[in-house]
């Protein structure tokens, strides 16, 4: 049974009889997908058959190709696993806008039910959906283990007031997904399914593959890249996951952002490992604090990749520091050339680039450069973003908006002893990275660009 707290009604219409839906976008499984699961209920309660829809937006906010290759590779698994459910996966092209709400007519669609995503764009398409479909639209929040706007409705100051409300509600959340069973009740057109599969893999087969840094997209390597976590990495997460040169992080994020894996899952057997209590809360902190804290902050503010979206503290500060000169001031193609004068920063960079994934700690150095190196606050945000939305595998994420905020606007974070151009944002410099780890090692060990 689905909880009443991870569902939003976003659109009303007359009860009628048909087919229910389910318009996937940010949890793209079969598994662990508490919309997907509100959908089958609803539809095994009606004796009604079952679809669910994914609309591809080919240009979505800048990803690169190798994002798309990720998204869809990880979708044809999604598609298959759906089809020995006997739940068509119905693949549509274009404006959701437009596309979702000419194919519920079509299909007489009797109920709608959608992700819960924080961001403007899912905001908009899904108003927009909601307004011309005449049918009930419900959002569920199966993204967060404790639902976005359950856990506080309002846009948290800090991860020190965020933690006490999430510590109170995860033992009451964390807890078994109802799994999707095969579907009784066949969809009318019982070969829709298969020519979207048939129109996805055409679709995939146009663009490069995907970075093999971190091993095959969706469900399947999602689930075996969590299980070598729980094995080898997780024990001592707490130690080593900031350091660039080991692999002490997880690398679960470009999963966790295309939903090819429950985040409520990998809580679930991280809080059930049988390591030190220590490097399970450490982890976490990362997954469910920080995560989730994340999705409040683009929720509860509209100017979450805007400069007006820092605290007023970091905006005086920031305005205060304008007019002071910058050691050095990079353009952006020199910026995404990897062409500084900072090694750290370049092998950062390149790192991104090459093969789609930052390292955790390096991300918040390679931010506050970006803003130290460029002609103000705004121009800096633009750049950081930009970048992050084009080369990460886990970029256009809710958890980028508010790390790159946090790094040049102080959001969640408190001011720090005054220095140029940073004002109060806290600073970070290359000789503080060179105490933490080996930098020169880190540098060599990214190639450089052909
Ligand atoms: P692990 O350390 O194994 O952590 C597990 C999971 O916890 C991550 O997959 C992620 O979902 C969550 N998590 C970890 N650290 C954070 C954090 N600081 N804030 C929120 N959630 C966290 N994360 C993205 O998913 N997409 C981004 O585009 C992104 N951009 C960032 C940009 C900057 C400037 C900064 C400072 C951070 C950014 N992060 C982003 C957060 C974090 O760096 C990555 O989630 C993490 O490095 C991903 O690697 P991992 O999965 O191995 O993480
Ligand atoms: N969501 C969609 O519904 N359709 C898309 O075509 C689509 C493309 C896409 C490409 C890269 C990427 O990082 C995300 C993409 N998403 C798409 C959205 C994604 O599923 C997430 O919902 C948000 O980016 C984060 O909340």
């Known amino acids: ?147 976005c706007r359950f856990a506080s409705p309002k846009q948290e100051y800090a991860a020190y007031t965020f933690r006490p409300k999430m510590k109170r509600l995860l033992p009451r959340f964390l807890k078994e997904i109802p799994s999707v069973e095969r579907h009784p009740f066949r969809w009318p057109d019982e070969k829709e399914g298969e020519r979207s599969l048939k129109v996805l893999a055409e679709s995939l087969a146009l663009l490069p593959a995907p970075q093999a840094a971190l091993g095959p997209p969706g469900a399947l390597a999602a689930r075996s890249r969590l299980a070598r976590f729980l094995d080898e990495g997780l024990a001592r997460y707490d130690e080593r996951r900031n350091d660039p040169n080991g692999e002490g992080q997880s690398g679960l994020s470009p999963y966790l952002h295309f939903g090819q894996i429950s985040a409520q899952r990998v809580a679930f057997e991280v809080s059930r490992a049988d390591v030190a209590d220590e490097a399970k809360e450490a982890f976490l902190e990362e997954l469910v604090v920080r995560r989730e804290l994340a999705d409040n902050f683009c929720l509860h503010n509209d100017a979450y990749d805007r400069f007006e979206g820092f605290p007023d503290w970091a905006r005086k500060t920031l305005d205060d520091h304008r007019g002071d000169e910058r050691p050095f001031l990079y353009d952006l193609p020199a910026l995404e050339a990897a062409r500084t004068g900072d090694p750290l920063w370049n092998a950062a960079q390149r790192q991104m680039v090459l093969r789609g994934r930052m390292q955790g700690w390096l991300r918040m150095y390679w931010a506050k450069k970006i803003l130290e190196w460029s002609p103000s606050p705004e121009e800096a945000l633009e750049r950081a973003v930009g970048l992050n939305d084009r080369y990460e595998l886990d970029g256009r994420d809710p ?24 004002g109060k944002v806290r600073y970070m410099n290359l000789a503080g990275a060179r105490r933490k780890f080996d930098v020169d090692a880190f540098c060599r060990s990214i190639p450089p660009f052909e």
Request: aromatic share 10%; charged share 25%.
């Open 1 to 147: 049974m689905v909880e009443s707290e991870r569902l939003k009604v976003l659109g009303k219409g007359p009860r009628r009889e048909g087919p229910v839906a389910y318009w996937m976008s940010r949890d793209q499984r079969v598994d662990d997908n508490w919309s997907l699961a509100a959908a089958q209920e609803m539809a095994l309660a009606r004796k009604a058959p079952l679809a669910v829809l994914f609309c591809l937006v080919p240009a979505y906010k800048g990803a690169s190709r190798e994002s798309f290759a990720f998204m869809l590779g990880g979708l044809i698994e999604t598609a298959r696993e759906l089809a020995r459910r006997k739940i068509p996966l119905v693949f549509l092209r274009g404006d959701p806008a437009v596309e979702i709400p000419r194919w519920v007519g079509e299909g007489a669609v009797s109920v709608l039910f959608c992700d819960f995503d924080p961001l403007r764009e899912k905001k908009r398409w899904q108003e927009a959906v909601a307004s011309k479909i005449g049918i009930p639209l419900f959002e569920i929040d199966g993204h967060n283990v404790v639902p």
């Open 399 to 422: 958890n980028g908006y508010a790390g790159i905020a946090w790094s040049l606007g102080g959001v969640h974070d408190r001011a720090w002893p005054e220095r140029p151009v940073f």
